[in-house]
């Protein structure tokens, strides 16, 4: 089991910044793959992005690149998502997830564990 705790949501303006974190505890964190989702009211969960075990290599969805970075730190179990020139339409709940399967995966079925969420609203 992996037990995986977001934090860093909250209410920001159009433009503006936002760093979430994501504390894993259980089995070796470095074991799994990472990712970030989101669900938007109404609307299904979508894939934002994806770490390697290693960190070294990442993936995100069209919408948020160039504009979200994930990352981790694997001597203090966490992963994180810095998101930079907000937008409305990126209001959602955000979700951090561990895959411990083989390959690049950006469907949330792939992933064996989740957290409760973290509330992340953008105001125009």
């Known amino acids: 089991q992996v037990q995986l705790v977001e934090s860093g949501g909250g209410l920001v303006q159009a433009g503006g910044s936002l760093r979430l974190s994501c504390a894993a505890s259980?089995?070796?964190?470095?074991?799994?793959?990472m990712g970030w989702f989101r669900q938007a009211p109404g609307k299904e969960r979508e894939f934002v992005a994806r770490v390697s075990r290693s960190g070294v290599s990442t993936s995100y969805a069209d919408s948020v690149k160039g504009r979200f970075t994930i990352s981790r730190d694997n001597a203090k179990n966490t992963v994180y998502l810095q998101m930079n020139s907000l937008k409305p339409e990126d209001t959602a709940v955000y979700y951090c997830a561990a895959d411990q399967s083989i390959g690049v995966h950006t469907t949330s079925a792939h992933y064996d564990y989740w957290g409760q969420g973290t509330q992340v609203t953008v105001s125009s």
């Open positions: 259980g089995r070796t964190f470095s074991n799994y793959a």
